[in-house]
């Protein structure tokens, strides 16, 4: 077992260090070459070692393959004018810790399949699958490739017609040997990265040979509004493949096409199941719009002539529309605690496209743009001054209600900088909707993601250097909502990145992932049902998969049974650390490694009191009782848990367990005082708010 101890060129004072079964070594600079050479030279692989020195957000850039403990006497020791006490405790705090832990154990994938599977042909999917090429599977749940953007009619911000952007895409990924199967839907998945097994189901019925006569449109008796705008359900495609396809989910089987048609059309709604196997997945499938019916004030739904906006741009593309007063309504049940409580960021450029689709076709018509704030980001900003010089009025405020006036509509608003209360009479009324993530897709993965949320938290959780190897990926829209450009950029860095990681013949990780010993499991579940991944799974005995597993430690924190653990967090590890930094009065602060702790690090041209001791965690949510308790026992004045904010935990609700843990400890009456407990969300630059609270805690 050894211990380097790192002076970072004499800005830290060393203390002679001994303890029994280790080895110390001292050094001036661990993060230069000579220094990387000086422990790789006494490394033995997967030997569990201890780095005491700067800070880890420093030292993951140089020692990460040795996967060190790492202790930070630099930002929480010396710079702080702390004396060598406390950095022989925080020294002594990370041997107790290395001698409880094992060697995190390798985990390898092998490369089973190159294929990637791209589910969704929008712009993401397929730009992803026109850089993959041949080893590309596209899948897309329509008969035509395009998603999102086949269906609208122009790209903001200038209005550019869809089909600039798609069909040179489309012909690419055609002609590129990419292996496209439309009115394809996935049942299962299963596997691990590089090795997935995938259950779909591709439509028997199809049309096989179209000489575009239609005929077939004639005779179909079937009409579906399709937003907005009444087709059959036999329609010309509006992308690729070309000629008239059937969409079966309306279709009624009548079989009248089929009389008429001089090609080929097999009429038949049931569905071929195979199976496809894979090594890695692009998840391309866009975002679905808000349903504005929920928002009864505005009548969606109920009144005529008030869209969707893709309603709204349809209609006014086939001319079936030419209003004079037209009143778009931005942020549309988007930020707004009872429907959708963030911002979806494309919407304004949405609604603003509309007011200049509008004002380009019909100049004459009057466009009132209704608003809490505009989000337009960069360059964007001068289609902005462009609408106010065509004439557009901005109202800032959002609609109380519209109702039926006159055979028009009637918008009544308070304009927020005049405070007057206006009454816009209008033809027509477009909701710029917000958008919500593809819920069906997310129940498919085997992985788990908040159902509520894009998944933009799992993405985040690659950004850490010890985490695990992730072979599906989000691209574009399914992501978070993104502009056609953004979405493509997306799309590519996804694509050359599970390219990469599939190129190699394993795939190999230190990450550290939960494990569970069968012997202490009690089965009761609580891990299951709180693993914010699915990585847990329960047969005869409790499993954890490394290849799910994201190494937040929340199951470790829930099992009673003490039966969960977390490779290089165990609970035997982080008492022992607890154990060696606790004295009377200490603060014991367990900061989470993506917020908290990074927030502590820059603390240090502040100052915060010598007592308080950090453990760094890999989610506030790893902070089990039994570790506050134990701190409190011996004698700490006070704990502090410091994570993420809400929505920005890198496990989902880390965080929020965490929280509701410590409401339970607060409840528990005279054994622990609520005002020496606390937990706080701390961002990676409130250094200030850390102090503030470790302050405030030191009064307690
Ligand atoms: Fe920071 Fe969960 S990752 S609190």
Not at 259 to 283: F, Q, T
Not at 517 to 532: A, F, G, K, W
Not at 604 to 623: F, H, L, M, Q, W
Request: glycine share 8%; aromatic share 8%; with cysteine.
């Amino acid at each position: 077992m050894k211990a380097f101890l790192c002076s970072c060129g004499n800005r830290i004072p060393l203390p002679e260090f001994k303890e029994e079964g280790v080895e110390v070594f001292y050094h001036d600079a661990l993060c230069s070459p000579a220094g990387i050479e000086f422990i790789t030279e006494r490394w033995r692989d997967d030997e569990p070692i201890m780095i005491a020195g700067c800070s880890p957000v420093v030292g993951e850039r140089y020692f990460s393959r040795f996967n060190p403990i790492y202790i930070n006497i630099r930002e929480q020791g010396s710079y702080l004018g702390h004396g060598q006490e406390k950095i022989g405790d925080l020294i002594r705090s990370g041997v107790a810790w290395l001698k409880a832990t094992k060697p995190i154990e390798k985990k390898v994938f092998d490369v089973k399949s190159t294929d990637i599977l791209i589910i969704g042909s929008g712009v993401a999917g397929l730009e992803a699958a026109r850089l993959i090429g041949r080893k590309a599977i596209l899948i897309e749940r329509r008969p035509y490739l395009g998603g999102t953007v086949a269906d609208l009619d122009r790209l903001y911000p200038e209005g550019t017609p869809n089909s600039h952007t798609l069909m040179p895409l489309i012909n690419q990924v055609v002609s590129g040997g990419v292996r496209f199967k439309p009115d394809t839907e996935i049942v299962s998945i299963q596997g691990r990265p590089g090795d997935y097994r995938v259950r779909l189901r591709e439509r028997k019925g199809k049309v096989v040979r179209c000489d575009e006569c239609g005929r077939c449109l004639e005779v179909c008796p079937v009409e579906v509004v399709d937003h907005g705008i009444k087709r059959k359900a036999i329609f010309r495609s509006p992308s690729f493949p070309p000629g008239y396809l059937i969409d079966f989910s309306t279709c009624d089987l009548c079989g009248e096409c089929v009389k008429v048609c001089p090609g080929e059309i097999i009429l038949d709604r049931s569905w071929n199941e195979y199976e496809l196997h894979c090594g890695g997945i692009i998840v391309a499938t866009g975002l679905n719009h808000f349903d504005p019916v929920q928002l009864s004030e505005f009548g969606y739904g109920r009144l005529p002539n008030v869209y969707t906006h893709l309603e709204f741009e349809r209609k006014l593309a086939r001319g079936e529309i030419k209003p004079e007063k037209v009143v778009i309504v931005h942020c549309a049940g988007s930020r707004d605690e009872r429907y959708l409580d963030y911002c979806s960021g494309i919407c304004c450029l949405l609604g603003l496209k509309e007011a200049k689709l509008i004002k380009d076709r019909y100049p004459e018509t009057e466009v009132y743009l209704l608003y809490i704030d505009i989000r337009v980001r960069g360059e964007l900003e001068y289609l902005y001054k462009e609408l106010r010089n065509l004439g557009v009025k901005f109202v800032g405020g959002r609609p109380a209600e519209i109702i039926p006036k006159d055979g028009r509509l009637m918008v009544k608003v308070e304009d927020s900088l005049s405070s007057t209360l206006l009454k816009i009479p209008a033809d027509a009324v477009v909701l710029s909707t917000g958008f919500v993530p593809d819920k069906k897709i997310f129940d498919l993965l085997p992985i788990n993601l908040d159902r509520e949320r894009f998944p933009k938290a799992y993405d985040w959780s690659e950004l850490s250097v010890d985490g695990p190897p992730h072979a599906i990926l989000f691209a574009g829209s399914a992501r978070e909502p993104m502009s056609v450009p953004d979405s493509i950029l997306d799309a590519r860095a996804k694509a050359y990145r599970l390219s990469h990681l599939l190129s190699l013949p394993r795939i190999e990780s230190h990450h550290p992932v939960s494990v569970i010993d069968e012997e202490r499991c009690s089965l009761c579940s609580l891990c299951i049902q709180n693993c914010p991944y699915g990585a847990l799974q329960k047969e005869e005995k409790v499993r954890s998969d490394p290849a799910v597993c994201m190494g937040c430690g929340v199951c470790v924190a829930t099992c009673p049974s003490g039966a969960a653990n977390l490779e290089s967090y165990e609970t035997g590890g982080l008492m022992a650390a607890v154990e060696s930094l606790t004295k009377e009065g200490t603060i014991l602060a367990f900061l989470c490694r993506w917020s908290a702790y990074p927030a502590a690090d820059q603390a240090y041209p502040i100052g915060y009191p010598e007592s308080v001791r950090i453990i760094r965690v890999p989610c506030s949510g790893r902070v089990d009782p039994q570790l506050i308790l134990k701190g409190f026992e011996l004698g700490a004045r006070a704990v502090l848990i410091g994570g993420c904010y809400p929505e920005a935990c890198h496990y989902h609700t880390g965080n929020i367990k965490e929280r509701r843990r410590i409401k339970l400890l607060h409840a528990l009456d005279g054994i622990v005082d609520p005002r020496r407990l606390r937990i706080e969300w701390i961002g990676t630059d409130e250094a200030a708010k850390f102090v503030r609270v470790v302050e405030e805690l030191e009064k307690a």
